[in-house]
């Protein structure tokens, strides 16, 4: 059985840092993308970051882009979202998603979500 579970999320003031991680279980994903969307109160899940195998196949929302970093450990079936300059509106309930196809930022092209970890920023 496919588990993702993530863990790093919490309360912060704006311009704080913090790292999510998402350790996955049941089958090796270094093959395939693995990704992080986000869902805040009242407002539909939106894709933040992917990455496939290669450093090089990375996708960023144009809202984080400089200011988050996706990246994986193979060896640990782990990939992570190194998340600086927070702001306000960065608050919403972050989940890691694995997918079985292409590197993607459409939500429905995953097929694997963990349980989501809270990121509030306070302003």
């Known amino acids: 059985q496919v588990q993702l579970v993530e863990s790093g999320g919490g309360l912060v003031q704006a311009g704080d840092s913090l790292r999510l991680s998402c350790a996955a279980s049941?089958?090796?994903?270094?093959?395939?993308?693995m990704g992080w969307f986000r869902q805040a109160p009242g407002k539909e899940r939106e894709f933040v970051a992917a990455i496939r195998w290669s450093p090089d196949n990375i996708l960023y929302a144009d809202s984080v882009k400089g200011r988050f970093t996706i990246s994986r450990d193979n060896t640990k079936n782990t990939v992570y979202l190194q998340m600086n300059s927070l702001k306000p509106e960065d608050t919403a309930v972050y989940y890691c998603?694995?997918?079985?196809?292409?590197?993607?930022?459409?939500?429905?092209?995953?097929?694997?979500w963990g349980q989501g970890t809270q990121v509030t920023v306070s302003s």
């Open positions: 049941g089958r090796t994903f270094s093959a395939y993308p």
């Open positions: 998603a694995a997918s079985l196809g292409p590197l993607s930022d459409y939500v429905g092209n995953y097929n694997y």
